[in-house]
């Protein structure tokens, strides 16, 4: 409430801010969490908290008035329609160069991903976190991000047998059979629950279209695993529907943390000043940045080092699609949470990790859809603009091109041993490469650049950096499990070295 003082508080509950309120709450510490989006904890009139994709409705899209989807277009028609303006689950934020996807709610982005689990490769993760043990991370801090947010693995039996992944088995049969190698994804979706929804026992989630506006069953998303238990320590507290507009110090010791209570339309309906002995920023790479590099550039945190804002990429996203022949169908009913890789990354020619992601249209329509992570070396700042007051992030399309060459050349290989082609249908009108958004921001706040080795801003203490932000744009996998293990990491030093 508005005048209150709290120990912590954590700005954002995705997967940094998840970490921090469980490790702060179950060390005794009142923690408050303060999130933009809302508690997807009610159902609408159709009996469900979130909508599916075939049918988006106000729920789908983050304050717009007509959706906008990853895969906008069919047949070169725009795809897209009307709806009512809401602070829906999905964000499509729009800036010059790039649309970044992120998760509005409690529990961020593992509302609307894919809730594939991947740990990146040992020898990459060392390249691009230099001042990080390699070791810790991978005997004790993947482990147990792992375990918390509760990754499961494919029954690969089941696999070669459900329907619901012919179209994951048809694009690995060709994979192989172009020479490339392929691995099986971990996921935070329970693949139990999902056996059953194949077997049609339970209500279908996964298996009805749903993913990217929310899971209605199934997803182990974080309200469920950190947040649940941070929760059941009973010194949580989460403010929904709260958006952080300012941190600046306080006197005599603290910050002052200035947030917007809105309501569905997004409209203001209160101001409130907190004060806090420590501020977390977990509001994502775009949101962490953005609050930062405003609070430098208007003064209320003057002394941030100017590598805050720097070194933003966007995991070398690039989706495309693949044509199918007539008598490769790809199936009516294909699962939502992806569970097969291409895995090309070894290739020094061009290095990639292709998810196979679903098209779930609810009829065949012989389409393989990839979601490609590439080593795009290239990087974007964020900037204060003070004719509007807003920030902008210097990342231009053109940028992305390493992304599409490296991705094209694994493509245009199996396209020639299949004797298939790209749709061009799908991203526009005559467009191959989804090239122009992404579902990966990483980095703008760089660890041991912008902050010290554990997330701690330099000049301010008590102020950290805990979510996506401290990753320089690159992981090489899908980048949650990342996220979570280097939060884990850095709790577990801040909680024995500075809170006591
Ligand atoms: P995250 O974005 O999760 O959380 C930040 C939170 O802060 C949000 O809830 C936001 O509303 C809130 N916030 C922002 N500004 C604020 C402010 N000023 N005041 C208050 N609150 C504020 N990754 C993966 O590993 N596997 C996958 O399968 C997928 N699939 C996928 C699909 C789609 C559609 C998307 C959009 C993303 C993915 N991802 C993914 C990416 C993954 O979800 C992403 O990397 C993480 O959610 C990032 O975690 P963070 O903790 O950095 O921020």
């Given at each position: 409430?508005?005048?209150?003082?709290?120990?912590?508080?954590?700005?954002?509950?995705?997967?940094?801010?998840?970490?921090?309120?469980?490790?702060?709450?179950?060390?005794?510490?009142?923690?408050?969490?303060?999130?933009?989006?809302?508690?997807?904890?009610?159902?609408?009139?159709?009996?469900?908290?979130?909508?599916?994709?075939?049918?988006?409705?106000?729920?789908?899209?983050?304050?717009?008035?007509?959706?906008?989807?990853?895969?906008?277009?069919?047949?070169?028609?725009?795809?897209?329609?009307?709806?009512?303006?809401?602070?829906?689950?999905?964000?499509?934020e729009k800036f010059a160069g790039i649309r970044v996807?992120?998760?509005?709610?409690?529990?961020?982005?593992?509302?609307?991903?894919?809730?594939?689990?991947?740990?990146?490769?040992?020898?990459?993760?060392?390249?691009?976190?230099?001042?990080?043990?390699?070791?810790?991370?991978?005997?004790?801090?993947?482990?147990?991000?792992?375990?918390?947010?509760?990754?499961?693995?494919?029954?690969?039996?089941?696999?070669?047998?459900?329907?619901?992944?012919?179209?994951?088995?048809?694009?690995?049969?060709?994979?192989?059979?172009?020479?490339?190698?392929?691995?099986?994804?971990?996921?935070?979706?329970?693949?139990?629950?999902?056996?059953?929804?194949?077997?049609?026992?339970?209500?279908?989630?996964?298996?009805?279209?749903?993913?990217?506006?929310?899971?209605?069953?199934?997803?182990?998303?974080?309200?469920?695993?950190?947040?649940?238990?941070?929760?059941?320590?009973?010194?949580?507290?989460?403010?929904?529907?709260?958006?952080?507009?300012?941190?600046?110090?306080?006197?005599?010791?603290?910050?002052?943390?200035?947030?917007?209570?809105?309501?569905?339309?997004?409209?203001?309906?209160?101001?409130?000043?907190?004060?806090?002995?420590?501020?977390?920023?977990?509001?994502?790479s775009v949101?962490?940045s953005k609050?930062?590099v405003?609070?430098?550039?208007?003064?209320?945190?003057?002394?941030?080092?100017?590598?805050?804002g720097?070194?933003w990429?966007n995991?070398?996203?690039?989706?495309?699609?693949?044509?199918?022949?007539?008598?490769?169908?790809?199936?009516?009913?294909?699962?939502?949470?992806?569970?097969?890789?291409?895995?090309?990354?070894?290739?020094?020619?061009?290095?990639?990790?292709?998810?196979?992601?679903?098209?779930?249209?609810?009829?065949?329509?012989?389409?393989?859809?990839?979601?490609?992570?590439?080593?795009?070396?290239?990087r974007a700042q964020f900037a204060?603009?003070?004719?509007?007051?807003s920030v902008g992030l210097s990342w231009q399309?053109?940028?992305?091109?390493?992304?599409?060459?490296?991705?094209?050349?694994?493509?245009?290989?199996?396209?020639?041993?299949?004797?298939?082609?790209?749709?061009?249908?799908?991203?526009?009108?005559?467009?191959?490469?989804?090239?122009?958004?992404t579902?990966?921001p990483?980095g703008g706040?760089?660890?041991?650049?912008?902050?010290?080795?554990?997330?701690?801003?330099?000049?301010?203490?008590?102020?950290?950096?805990?979510?996506?932000?401290?990753?320089?744009?690159?992981?090489?996998?899908?980048?949650?499990?990342?996220?979570?293990?280097?939060?884990?990491?850095?709790?577990?030093?801040?909680?024995?070295?500075?809170?006591?």
């Amino acid at each position: 409430d508005d005048g209150d003082h709290v120990p912590a508080l954590v700005i954002g509950s995705g997967y940094g801010g998840a970490v921090a309120a469980l490790r702060l709450t179950q060390a005794g510490i009142a923690t408050a969490v303060v999130e933009m989006g809302m508690a997807w904890t009610t159902a609408g009139a159709d009996g469900k908290v979130f909508c599916d994709m075939l049918d988006p409705d106000h729920r789908s899209y983050w304050l717009r008035t007509r959706t906008d989807q990853p895969v906008g277009y069919f047949l070169g028609i725009d795809a897209n329609k009307s709806i009512s303006r809401y602070t829906g689950v999905l964000d499509s934020e729009k800036f010059a160069g790039i649309r970044v996807y992120q998760g509005r709610g409690v529990g961020g982005g593992s509302l609307v991903n894919g809730g594939m689990a991947v740990v990146p490769q040992r020898d990459y993760f060392a390249q691009i976190l230099p001042s990080v043990d390699v070791t810790s991370m991978y005997d004790t801090y993947f482990p147990r991000a792992n375990a918390a947010l509760g990754v499961n693995a494919i029954d690969t039996a089941w696999f070669e047998t459900a329907a619901c992944y012919r179209y994951a088995r048809v694009s690995r049969d060709q994979a192989k059979a172009s020479g490339y190698r392929t691995t099986f994804l971990n996921n935070v979706y329970d693949f139990g629950y999902m056996r059953q929804e194949q077997a049609g026992t339970v209500t279908r989630s996964a298996l009805a279209s749903e993913v990217i506006y929310g899971n209605n069953f199934g997803k182990r998303s974080l309200d469920k695993t950190y947040l649940a238990a941070a929760a059941a320590t009973g010194r949580l507290t989460i403010s929904a529907q709260h958006v952080v507009t300012a941190v600046a110090p306080a006197s005599p010791a603290g910050y002052t943390v200035t947030m917007n209570q809105i309501d569905t339309a997004g409209r203001t309906v209160a101001v409130k000043t907190v004060r806090a002995d420590r501020v977390f920023f977990a509001a994502g790479s775009v949101g962490t940045s953005k609050l930062l590099v405003a609070m430098r550039a208007q003064g209320q945190l003057p002394n941030l080092p100017a590598a805050v804002g720097q070194g933003w990429g966007n995991n070398g996203n690039v989706m495309v699609a693949r044509a199918q022949h007539l008598w490769n169908t790809t199936g009516a009913l294909e699962s939502g949470m992806p569970a097969m890789g291409i895995d090309n990354w070894s290739d020094p020619a061009g290095p990639v990790f292709a998810e196979i992601a679903p098209f779930p249209a609810g009829t065949e329509l012989w389409i393989s859809l990839y979601l490609a992570i590439t080593k795009n070396p290239n990087r974007a700042q964020f900037a204060y603009d003070v004719t509007t007051g807003s920030v902008g992030l210097s990342w231009q399309t053109a940028q992305n091109q390493p992304a599409v060459t490296a991705a094209k050349r694994l493509f245009d290989t199996i396209n020639r041993a299949q004797a298939t082609v790209y749709r061009s249908d799908l991203f526009g009108v005559n467009k191959v490469w989804g090239d122009d958004f992404t579902y990966h921001p990483l980095g703008g706040c760089v660890l041991d650049q912008a902050t010290d080795n554990y997330g701690r801003l330099p000049g301010y203490p008590g102020l950290y950096v805990v979510d996506g932000s401290l990753i320089p744009g690159s992981t090489g996998v899908n980048p949650f499990v990342t996220i979570t293990a280097l939060a884990e990491r850095n709790l577990e030093k801040i909680l024995t070295t500075d809170v006591s």
